[in-house]
C-alpha cells in the first residue's frame, strides 16, 4: 500500500465510522472500485484505533465522569444508583455481545463476511432497517433514562456490525430510535459503547500489522493518524447534524451504493472476492 492509498484509507475511516454506513464496507470497497489489493480485516480493525482515539478526546468529560462514578460505585453501594456509574455497567455489559461473537466468527469475519455481494445486501437491507426505525421513532426518551435492557438491545445491535456493511453507528443508532430515544442520544450512546468493542478489536490486530500480503506498519500507521483527525471533524459535524435533520439522507447513500455494487458485480467490473 502506498502513501497515498493510506490516506485515502485513512480519511475513508474517519469519514465514515461515525455514519450509519459502515466503515468496514467502505474500507472493502474503495480498494475494489481503485482495483487496489483487499487490505484486510486486521487493517481495517487497527487504523479504527485512530477514530476510537477521537471519540476519547471527543467525549473525554463523559468518560471520566462515567469511569470514576463506575469505581466509586463498587466501593460504595450507594452510588450505584447513579446515573454514570449505571452508564459504565450498561457500557460493559452491551460490549459483551459483540466480543463473544467476534471470537466465535472471527474466521468468517475475516474471509466469507467480506464478499462484496454480502455487503450489497447489507447495506441496503440495513438502510431500509434505519428508514424504518426513523419513521416508527417516538424520538422522546434521553440518556438519563437508559436501562438494562435498552443497554443490552443496543449491545446486540452492534454484535451485527460485525458483518461489513450493516454499520456499527447505524445498527445501534437504529435500535436506539426502535426505543425511543432522540437521533443525537442515540448516536453518543453508539459512540461511547464503539469504544471497547473497537479498542479490543484494534489490539487483538495488532500482531498483524505488516504481516503476510497486508499493508505495511508505516501505512497502517499513516492511515489511522489520518483516520483519528477527520474522525474527530466526522463527530462534532454528525452530532451537530442530527439535532434537526434525520437519517435519511444515508438512508438513500446506503441504498444507492448497494445497487450500484449490484450492477458492477453483475457486470464482472469488480470481484466480489
Do not use: C
Amino acid at each position: 500500500m502506498s502513501t497515498i492509498q493510506a490516506i485515502i484509507m485513512g480519511i475513508v475511516q474517519g469519514l465514515t465510522e461515525f455514519l450509519p454506513v459502515s466503515s468496514s464496507a467502505h474500507l472493502r470497497i474503495v480498494p475494489a472500485l481503485f482495483g487496489w489489493d483487499d487490505p484486510g480485516s486486521s487493517f481495517t480493525a487497527v487504523i479504527q484505533l485512530g477514530t476510537m482515539a477521537a471519540v476519547v478526546i471527543y467525549f473525554w468529560k463523559d468518560l471520566w465522569r462515567i469511569t470514576t462514578a463506575w469505581f466509586a460505585s463498587l466501593r460504595h453501594a450507594e452510588r450505584r444508583a447513579d446515573l454514570d456509574a449505571r452508564m459504565g455497567w450498561y457500557l460493559i455489559v452491551a460490549t459483551i455481545p459483540i466480543g463473544l461473537l467476534g471470537l466465535a466468527f472471527k474466521d468468517q469475519i475475516e474471509t466469507g463476511a467480506r464478499d462484496l455481494r454480502l455487503i450489497a445486501g447489507t447495506l441496503i437491507v440495513g438502510g431500509l432497517v434505519l428508514l424504518y426505525a426513523e419513521k416508527v421513532a417516538t424520538r422522546r426518551k434521553h440518556l438519563a433514562e437508559v436501562d438494562t435492557r435498552d443497554g443490552v438491545t443496543i449491545g446486540l445491535a452492534q454484535a451485527m456490525a460485525l458483518v461489513p456493511g450493516v454499520s456499527r453507528s447505524g445498527a445501534t443508532i437504529s435500535a436506539g430510535l426502535f426505543l425511543g430515544y432522540t437521533r443525537e442520544d442515540a448516536a453518543r450512546f453508539s459512540f461511547l459503547l464503539s469504544i471497547p468493542a473497537v479498542v479490543l478489536s484494534g489490539l487483538f490486530s495488532l500482531k498483524d500489522v505488516g504481516a503476510g500480503d497486508g499493508p505495511a506498519a508505516s501505512a497502517t500507521i499513516i492511515a489511522t493518524i489520518v483516520s483519528f483527525a477527520v474522525g474527530y471533524a466526522a463527530i462534532a459535524w454528525f452530532l451537530k447534524f442530527l439535532v434537526s435533520h434525520s437519517t435519511k439522507v444515508f438512508v438513500a447513500y446506503r441504498v444507492a451504493l448497494g445497487l450500484l455494487l449490484i450492477v458492477l458485480l453483475v457486470t464482472n467490473t469488480i470481484d466480489a472476492r
